[in-house]
């Protein structure tokens, strides 16, 4: 009793021996007399030595159980090493039919709404993009024309005075050829012209968002065409030849100076490089009117075509020529870009067989109600 209290090398000390009294539970005893105790909840485990203190005296598998290593140990082997429970022979384990089915038919279902989910979530993430994309494009559109609207009120002041000096010029001709009919003829269209180029800058110069006041307003499309081909009629000698036939649409649109630029625009091109003739037809249906507007000219330049590069400001072709010939298609982007404004669709293209250029403008008839 007095070395348990004034040593430690003996067997156990008091403070282990009360320990072991008061919360011990005997586990077993080896073969060294070697006892091995545990706590009620098996929290804590030690050993109390027979005779002195000497940790050698513990055998390899009571140090494992001592550090409760021995339990995780087997635990470890038998998820790798492991045997059938015994059983009787005649009993066998048969999962049922359903059972085997359903794990396979579970995991395609599976599968299934996986790909639907993705494939869903792919077309938003495109359906964004793209109207990110037009948004995009829009803006771009909006700031060319605000840059061009800057551009024409300086040129609407740069142009008056050579407009007026042609305007003075033309009546003092007038004058001197006061005797000559033919001439006082021509005399009286090239006042009466730059008259009304003179009156167009002015209001370009203070406002670009004028509105020519020869088209009344709330008329049909047809009405339209015809008032812009007959003031081009006035001074071409081209020859115009319209078929309103299958326009059966009665929708009234408001006088817009949008659709009329866009409209005279494009007309205007086609008496400008036709040979002889301009094909207008105008068609409607239930659903969509159709203007197709058709010239006998040369046609637009094959590398813009199929590039699909027409209605883009400032366009640039490999072929030189074509840029005296047909411009940098400032205004066929001006007109496409204000047509599109008013919900149409504008698509160019040349005519395979006739030659020629051919202009499609197109209207839901649903959108025009909107104009």
Known sequence: MLKEIFTWWHGQ?????????????????????????SNKY???????????????????????????TSDKVRIAYISFYSYDLPHPGELHFH???????????????????????????????????????????????????????????????????????????AQELKKDFSDKDKIQKDLNLLV????????????????PNIEDEFIESNISLKDYIIEIIRSYEEISNKKFRTNFEDYKNSIKIQKSS????????????????????????????????KLNIIDDGPGFPKDLVDKHKLGEPYIR???????????????????????????????????????GAKVTIQWKNKDLKKI
């Not at 494939?119 to 829009?138: C, L, N, P, V």
């Not at 949008?258 to 659903?287: P, Q």
């Open 13 to 37: 000390t008091l403070g282990v021996r009360l320990w072991t009294y008061f919360y011990g539970r005997l586990v077993a005893e080896d073969q060294y007399k070697n006892r091995y105790y």
């Open 42 to 68: 098996d929290s804590r485990r030690w050993v109390v030595y027979h005779g002195e203190i000497d940790a050698s005296k513990v055998t390899p598998e009571w140090n494992n159980w001592l550090r409760f």
């Open 95 to 169: 999962a049922p039919n359903y059972y085997l089915y359903a794990i396979p038919v579970s995991i395609v279902i599976g599968l299934i709404f996986l790909v639907y989910f993705a494939y869903k979530f792919g077309e938003e993430s495109r359906i964004r993009k793209k109207a990110y994309d037009k948004i995009q494009e829009i803006m771009a559109k909006e700031n060319e024309l605000l840059s061009l609207g800057g551009q024409a009120a300086a040129a609407a002041h740069s142009l008056g005075t050579p407009l007026s000096t042609i305007l003075l010029t």
């Open 192 to 207: 009466s012209q730059s008259i009304r180029c003179r009156d167009i800058l002015q209001k370009l110069s203070l406002n």
């Open 258 to 289: 949008e659709i009329i630029y866009g409209l005279r625009n494009f007309l205007g091109n086609a008496n400008k490089f036709s040979k002889k003739k301009i094909y207008i037809h105008l068609s409607s249906n239930k659903e969509t009117t």
């Open 317 to 355: 072709t490999s072929n030189l020529e074509n840029i005296s010939k047909y411009g940098l298609g400032l205004g066929t982007f001006i007109g496409k870009t204000l047509l599109e404004r008013n919900y149409a669709i504008v698509e160019f293209k040349n005519i395979k067989n006739k030659g």
